[in-house]
């Protein structure tokens, strides 16, 4: 059997970079990020790092397989979102942290969501942005996203075209991303009710199609709050705005 490669991740305590992180007062602050993304654009360049830290906060921040410096995974089945839920738990147990609070962003949120389901009990408070109440990739053809992901072919469907011009943006990781969607795919996002122990505060974006009709998402987690911010899908994860809401969030 071949040896799954762990998740690049990095840590952040109040005074900088550390390994060990499972001894602070508080628990760590587990970020995690959206599809075409990684932890040091989502949230070292946003703030969210130094917010945390200025707050007193150790950070984890992963890459998902596939983005930033992890590694991409070979196959749909590395990729999907219970092996994800797997990934992020080994960070867990990897950094000494039974419990952690968590701000999680779109792909990242739904993440989370299964996590809990997993492991309430190594969930903390939680802040989701950007969260779609469906599953986007449900509706894709991954062959045709390979095919014209590589230049090989051109798609009438606006979905197709818009994921295929995210992941060409991200260079020699697009085939690895285009894997992603295949796992993520086979394993659509269909939310059972929220697991955690403390309800979530979601924030969305006034222009954001991606959390429409969140209504039913947020009335699953009972006790949640919506908080409704200015901004669309890629505005809300870079605003001041949310970026408040989540720490005061995880500071409660």
Do not use: K
């Amino acid at each position: 059997m071949r040896t799954r490669q762990p998740l690049a991740v990095t840590t952040y305590p109040s005074v900088g970079p550390c390994e060990d992180v499972g001894e602070s007062e508080q628990p760590p602050v587990l970020l995690v990020h959206g599809f075409c993304s990684d932890a040091r654009r989502s949230w070292l360049e946003t703030g969210m790092v130094t917010a945390l830290i200025d707050a007193g906060r150790t950070v984890i921040a992963p890459d998902l397989r596939g983005h930033g410096a992890s590694p991409a995974p070979t196959s749909g089945d590395e990729a999907d979102a219970n092996t994800t839920v797997d990934d992020l738990l080994a960070v867990l147990d990897a950094y000494g942290a039974e419990r952690v609070d968590i701000i999680a962003y779109s792909l990242g949120a739904r993440l989370i969501w299964a996590l809990a389901e997993r492991a309430p009990e190594r969930v903390g408070r939680v802040a989701f942005g950007g969260m779609s109440p469906v599953e986007p990739f449900a509706a894709v053809d991954v062959a045709e996203l390979r095919r014209v992901v590589r230049g090989e072919a051109t798609t009438a469907d606006p979905l197709t075209g818009m994921i295929a011009g995210l992941i060409r943006a991200e260079g020699d990781r697009a085939d690895g991303l285009v894997t992603c969607v295949e796992g993520l795919r086979s394993t659509p996002f269909e939310p059972t009710p929220w697991a955690g122990h403390t309800p979530p505060w979601f924030v969305v974006g006034t222009d954001d199609p991606m959390t429409r009709d969140i209504d039913a998402l947020v009335a699953a987690a009972a006790g949640s709050r919506m908080v409704v911010v200015t901004g669309d899908h890629h505005g809300v994860l870079v605003s001041p705005n949310f970026q408040g809401l989540a720490v005061s969030v995880v500071g409660r």
